[in-house]
């Protein structure tokens, strides 16, 4: 689903995360909870959320704890810093999702609903939001494709109701690297803006410790400036 400024507190908050990503599935286990738990911790040089900067390019560090059930339900919550040239009024982005997910003889489908939370936000910025969302893929083996739609009634910063389609592509290159790439189209209100287009490809590499990601990123916003304009975009995650 799978969003990205380096705040002193932000590094603290995902170290005590990290703890507790290690220490989940132990956890989850002295409890006799069902189903597990997994963290991951994402360092990259930009946040970049549906094509435009979230971090006024700058450097973000991003983590999040997820719970699946073993049978297609899951819960997650995804946190990263965030940077609007607002006058600091939103320094962070915490998301809420749970969902439906399951494959099929090489069809993958997930449904869900996400709930972005900017604490610290004045309220008339009208910053936060939800949205329900959907996805169907199918992998063919050499190569996979995918596509989904996501609806809010109220988009962020109180610009009505929107409709975001994605469409992707990932083949993998041996057992450590994979190309992928993204078109997507975001339907937003006439009265606050004009729909768009963003895409990006990238190449991914998995390595015993960590994962590394190089991303090309673009729009075709007619009117842009530095928040949604092409971009290289490099990031280093590790899952728990």
Avoid: H
């Amino acid at each position: 689903m799978t969003k990205t400024t380096t705040a002193a507190f932000l590094i603290a908050g995902f170290g005590i995360g990290i703890s507790a990503f290690a220490t989940a599935p132990t956890l989850a286990q002295d409890l006799s909870l069902p189903g597990e738990f997994s963290g991951n911790v994402n360092l990259t040089s930009d946040y970049v959320f549906r094509g435009f900067t979230q971090a006024n390019e700058d450097p973000a560090i991003q983590g999040g704890l997820d719970w699946d059930s073993g049978a297609g339900f899951y819960l997650g919550t995804w946190g990263s810093n965030v940077n609007f040239s607002d006058g600091d009024e939103a320094s962070v982005e915490l998301d809420v999702y749970g969902g439906y997910a399951g494959e099929i003889d090489g069809f993958s489908y997930d449904v869900g609903f996400l709930y972005y939370w900017y604490p610290g936000a004045a309220s008339g910025l009208s910053y936060d939001f939800w949205e329900v969302y959907g996805s169907l893929g199918y992998d063919f083996g050499p190569v996979a494709v995918s596509f989904g739609l996501a609806y809010t009634p109220d988009n962020f910063g109180g610009t009505d109701d929107g409709l975001y389609f994605q469409s992707g592509i990932s083949v993998p290159l041996g057992d450590m690297f994979g190309i992928d790439a993204n078109l997507n189209y975001s339907d937003v209100d006439p009265s606050f803006g004009e729909d768009y287009l963003d895409w990006n490809v990238g190449v991914t590499a998995s390595f015993e410790w960590f994962d590394a990601d190089i991303r090309y990123i673009d729009t075709d916003v007619s009117v842009c400036t530095d928040v949604c304009d092409s971009r290289v975009v490099f990031s280093i995650s590790r899952s728990f």
